[in-house]
């Protein structure tokens, strides 16, 4: 072999381990920028989860009996606030005065 073909062999060599290099580099800045992203997507999900948690137990203790009561208590204070908003009739006894 020439010494030409083997400068050439060994800049191809070269070149593969420089281009290599260049792409594992160019994934790790990927990974370090897209790391901040998925925490954010992690600290969303944490806190989506929770939220799942809280209405999955407003759903479950609806069904208990005192939530029954609770509910029925709720009804009829909305029914006591509807009929002060209605505007009065005139009954007999205001008729009288």
Known sequence: MGGWVLIAIVAIVVWGVLQFNKQH????????EDRDALLEAQRERDELRERVQVLERIVTDENT???KKTQQLAHEIENLRLSEN???????EDMSE
């Open 86 to 92: 209605k505007p009065r009739t005139k009954t007999t």
């Open 65 to 67: 009996p005192d939530a």
């Open 25 to 32: 580099n160019r994934h790790v800045e990927i990974d370090s």
